[in-house]
């Protein structure tokens, strides 16, 4: 069984940082991209970014590059999520995910429980 644990969420102003964990117990962690997703109240689960295995390729969705960055540390079994110039539209309750290979082009297999982030103003 693979379980992620989000953390790191919380209650933020517009244009301010928040940085999410995604941590696991899984040993072959380093051997999986990860990615974050999120899904705000009555809506699609939306796609964030996603990582792969080595750290070395990310992708971001449009609304959010420039803004976010993904990054891991394979030696912590951490995925992280710096968010900057947070907005509005950018509440809603984020989810980690490990998909099933190295690369990022299929869909997770695993998620976490999701972490609450909401930005005032």
């Known amino acids: 069984q693979v379980h992620l644990v989000e953390s790191g969420g919380g209650l933020v102003q517009a244009g301010g940082s928040l940085r999410l964990s995604c941590t696991t117990s899984?040993?072959?962690?380093?051997?999986?991209?990860m990615g974050w997703f999120r899904q705000a109240p009555g809506k699609e689960r939306d796609f964030v970014g996603a990582?792969?295995?080595?750290?070395?390729?990310?992708n971001y969705a449009d609304s959010v590059k420039g803004r976010f960055t993904i990054s891991r540390d394979n030696a912590k079994n951490t995925m992280y999520l710096q968010m900057n110039s947070l907005k509005p539209e950018d509440t809603a309750v984020y989810y980690c995910?490990?998909?099933?290979?190295?690369?990022?082009?299929?869909?997770?297999?695993?998620w976490g429980r999701g972490t609450q982030v909401t930005v005032s103003s």
């Open positions: 995910a490990r998909y099933s290979s190295i690369y990022y082009n299929n869909d997770p297999v695993y």
């Open positions: 899984e040993r072959t962690f380093s051997g999986y991209a």
């Open positions: 990582i792969t295995w080595n750290g070395v390729t990310t």
